[in-house]
C-alpha cells in the first residue's frame, strides 16, 4: 500500500515542476544518452586541454618515423605518412573537426529560427518570401549545395563553415515557421494581445517559448549529419589546409597510406564516427525526453 | 488529377529558374574574378577584353543570366575550361557512370531498408527492433567516406578479393555487365548504400508500427483475414511515404557521390565536380551543380505524380 503510493506520488511529481526540469530528469535516467552526452563532453574538454594532454606536438614530423603501426613504443597510436604522432594529432584535431561541425549548426540555429519566426509571426508577403527563397535550397541535396558553396568560396575554414550554415538553414526555418504560425493563432496569443502585450513581448515570452524546443531537438539531430559533412569538406580538400590536424583532412592525406599501415589510416574516421553516433543517440534521447505526450 | 499533376508540373518552372540562378551566382561567391582564374598572370590586356567579350563578361549581369538560361534550355552548358570540351559532353559521360553506381547502390540499399523496416516494425519492441534499430543509428552516423576506407583495408588491402578503386580496363567508355567490371562497382555501391538503406529501414520501420496499431487492421484480423492479406494492406498504406522517401534518398545518392567517388576514384559526375573544384573550371562546376539539381528536382515531381496512383487520398485535395 505505502509503495504503490509512493510510486505514484514519484510519477506525479515532475508534473509539478518546471518543464525544463522534467526533461532534465528524464534524461539522467536515459543511460545511453547519459553515455553518450559523457563521452561528447570528454572529447570537448581533450579539445580545450589539447596542448595539456597531447604528449607531443601534432605538427612536429620525423622522417625516419613515418608510418609506425599502432603500440608503437612512444607512440600509442602509430605515426602519419610524416612521421607526426597520430594520438597527438588525434586530440589536437578535435579542436578543429568540433569547431567545424558544430559552429554551423549553432549558426543555423540562430539565423534559421529568426528567420522561420518572422516568417511564422508576420505572415503574409513576408512569409512567402522568406518560405519561398528557401524553398530553392532545398532544390539541391544537401552534400551537393554544401560542396558547390565551398567549392565557389574556395578552401578554407571560414568557407566550409558559411557553406554548412547555409546548408542547415531552410530545414530549422521550416521547423520553426510551422510553430510559429501554429502558436500564433492559439487562444493565449489573442488573449495577450489583448491585454496589451506589444509584439515583441509576445515572441519573446510565448513564440519563443514553444519554438526553441522543437528547434533545439531539430538541431541536435543535425549535430551528426554537420560533423560528417564538415569533415567531409576537408576530406575533399576544401576545409582546412594541411599542416592543420582536422580528422577529415588527416584521413584524406592518410588515404596514401592504407597499402602500409591500414589501421592507423583508417583512426581519424573512426573520431569522426564515434563524435557523430553519440550525437545521433544524444539526439534521440532528447528527443524523446522532450516528448510531453510520453 | 490531371489538374493536381498539371499544377504540379507547373511549379517546377519557378523552381528551377530559382536553381539555375543560384548555380549561375555561384561563379560571382568566388573570392578571384571568374576570367583571372583561367588567364595566365601576363595576359594582355587585348586577351582579357577578347575573353570578355566571348564569355559575355562585358555585359550586365541579368543579360548575363538570361544567355545562360536560354543556352541551357537547349543543351548548351558552355566549355569546360580545363579541357576545352563542351561541358554538356563531360557531365554525359560521368552521369552514366554515376548512374550505373546508384544503380548498384539503390537495389541494394532499397531492397534491404525495406526488408529490416518490415521485420523491425512488425516485432516492434523485440530485440530484433532493438538491433534493426541500432544498425539504422550506426548506418546514419558512419562517415561513408571512412566506411568506404576501411572495406577497401578489408576486402582489398587484407583478403585482396575486391578492387581497391576505378572503373575497371578500360576505363568508363567499355563498361560492360560482367563479373570482371561489375567487380569494381561492389564496393563503392556497398558504401554509398549503408545511408539510403538506414533512413529507409527507419521510415519503413514507424511506418509498419504504426499501421499495425490502426483499427482497421484489429478489424482485418477480427474478420478473420489471413496474414499475406494484411499484410499487402500493411504495404498498401506504407508504400506512398517509403516512395517518397527512396525519391529524396536517390537523389541525395546522385548528388552526394562525390565524396565516395573521391575514395574510389570513381569517374562519375561527384568526380567531375572535385576535378572542376580544384582546377577552378567554373563552367564545368556550375553545369554539373545545374544538372544534379535539376534531376534532382526532376525525381521529386516524378515522386509527386505517382503518389496519387498510390494513395487516393491525395487525388481528393
Known sequence: MSSSLSSTLVSAAPSARGYWTSVA??????????????????????????????????????ILNRLKPIGTPGHLLGTDELGRDMLSRLIFGARLSLLMGITPVLCALAIGSLLGVVAGFVGGPTNTAIMRTIDVFYAFPSVLLAVAISGALG?????????????????????AESVTTQVRGLDYVEAA???????LTIIRVHILGNVMGPVFVYATGLLSVCMILAAGLSFLGLGTKP???????????????????????ALPGFMIFLVSFCCNLMADGLRSAMDVHR | MIVYILRRLFYVVPIALAVSAVCFALVYLGPV????AVLPADASLELIEKLKVDYGFDKPVPVQF????????????????????????????????????????????????????FVAGYFNGTWIDRVVTGFAVTGVSVPHYWLGMVMVILFSVILNWLPAMGMGAGGSADWAWDWEHIR???????????????????TVRALVADILTREFVSALIAKGMNDRDVFRHVVKNAAPTALAVMGIQLGYLLGGSILVETVFSWPGTGFLLSVAIFQRDLPLLQGTILFLALFFVFLNLLVDVIQPFLDPRIRRT
Open chain 1, 25 to 62: 530528469v528524464k534524461l539522467t535516467r536515459d543511460k545511453v544518452a547519459l553515455v553518450c552526452g559523457s563521452i561528447i563532453a570528454a572529447l570537448i574538454l581533450m579539445a580545450i586541454f589539447a596542448p595539456w594532454i597531447a604528449p607531443e606536438d601534432p605538427l612536429k614530423s620525423s
Open chain 1, 155 to 175: 578552401a578554407g575554414i571560414v568557407n566550409a563553415i558559411v557553406s554548412l550554415t547555409i546548408v542547415f538553414i531552410p530545414p530549422i526555418a521550416r521547423v
Open chain 1, 193 to 199: 494581445r489583448a491585454s496589451g502585450a506589444g509584439s
Open chain 1, 243 to 265: 599542416p592543420l590536424p582536422e580528422w577529415g583532412l588527416m584521413l584524406n592525406t592518410l588515404r596514401t597510406a592504407i597499402f602500409q599501415n591500414p589501421w592507423v589510416a
Open chain 2, 33 to 36: 574574378d571568374p576570367l583571372k
Open chain 2, 66 to 117: 538570361a544567355k545562360w538560361v536560354w543556352r541551357a534550355a537547349h543543351g548548351d552548358l558552355g566549355l569546360s575550361l580545363a579541357t576545352g570540351r563542351p561541358v554538356r559532353e563531360e557531365i554525359a559521360r560521368a552521369i552514366s557512370n554515376t548512374f550505373v553506381l546508384a544503380f548498384f547502390a539503390c537495389s541494394f540499399g532499397f531492397s534491404l531498408g525495406i526488408a529490416f523496416g
Open chain 2, 184 to 202: 569494381f562497382v561492389i564496393l563503392p555501391a556497398i558504401t554509398l548504400s549503408v545511408i539510403p538503406t538506414a533512413i529507409l529501414a527507419r
